[in-house]
């Protein structure tokens, strides 16, 4: 489907309203950075906080700016299959390369919803990305029920993974990584752990920032050099870590605030970060190597 670099995009805000130049500022610089995709509509741009509407004018944007030259895969996902099929009739206008779909959160799905529900959304002919983020939805798939579903909804071809589970994560990968599922990383601070179990794609939030960073690690890993990767990601790992000091994107949109390239605002119900946070993120900025940075 697609390997690399996928950072999972903000949505910019101004007045609280979708700040398109500075989404397109943002764009230019990821494309520039030689990014290998962009996760439009993703947990990372807010969209439990979108309109149906605001979604649409943000993924016909990015679509007609991307315009073809990378993939661009599109979150679609919800807790109520009707609205989630209502955004994927939105979504498959724009031909996105494959649609990121969590887990149904806060419901809990038994194993014949899960398959319904990602049956449904396979109807659209589109490659499914599940998503997989016990944190945000409250449920932790088994390595059987993740068996099960993926033999009942062929159309799952990549799984990004967030949980923080090393010894899940390995069996995953052994078991379907590489043979049934593209194996996605979707933990900025396991990128390493996850090139070592031979994923070869990461969608991340702190991409939107350090995209050059993860570029960098990939290619030098790709190239057998892991102690030059590590170095990298040893550079890198104080910003990994600090843009979730608060929850995600607040502080990875107060970074790129300290950039010049946005306003640092978020949506309600998130609010804004504490003076502790913005004074650790400065020190971390005020020094950070700039090379690794959009």
């Known amino acids: ?48 906080a979108l309109t149906l509407a605001e979604k649409e004018e ?39 390369a494959a649609l990121l779909v969590v887990t149904p959160y806060y419901n809990k799905p038994n194993l014949s919803g899960m398959v319904a529900h990602f049956t449904q959304a396979a109807s659209a002919g589109l490659p499914i990305v599940l998503y997989h983020i016990p944190g945000r939805t409250g449920q932790k798939l088994s390595i059987k029920f993740f068996g099960d579903l993926l033999a009942a909804v062929p ?26 599922i593209n194996y996605i990383c979707g ?35 790709n190239q057998g050099k892991v102690q030059e990767m590590m170095d990298i990601f040893r550079s890198a790992y104080p910003l990994i870590t600090g843009s979730y000091f608060e929850v995600n994107p607040t502080c990875v949109k107060y970074l790129l605030a300290k950039m010049g390239l946005c306003q640092s605002d978020a949506r309600l119900p998130l609010g804004p970060l504490s003076e502790e946070t913005k004074h650790k993120l ?13």
């Open 58 to 96: 943000i993924l016909k944007f990015i679509s007609q700016k991307v315009d073809k030259k990378i993939p661009v895969v599109v979150g679609v996902g919800s807790n109520n299959t009707s609205a989630m099929m209502q955004t994927i009739e939105m979504a498959a206008k724009y031909t996105p």
């Open 155 to 180: 159309q799952i071809k990549a799984v990004k993974e967030s949980d923080y589970d090393i010894a899940f994560i390995t069996e995953m990968a052994a078991t379907y990584g590489k043979k049934r």
């Open 187 to 221: 933990n900025d601070d396991l990128w390493p752990a996850f090139l070592g179990l031979g994923s070869d794609t990461i969608i991340t939030a702190a991409g939107n920032t350090l995209s050059p960073a993860f570029i960098k690690m990939y290619k030098l890993f």
């Open 282 to 294: 400065d020190a971390i900025l005020a020094t950070f190597d700039k090379d690794l940075l959009i």
């Open 1 to 48: 489907m697609f390997k690399g670099i996928l950072p999972a995009v903000i949505t910019p805000f101004k007045d609280n309203k979708t700040d398109f130049a500075a989404l397109e500022a943002l764009l230019d610089r990821q494309i520039a950075a030689g990014v290998d995709g962009i996760v439009a509509l993703g947990t990372t741009a807010e969209t439990p």
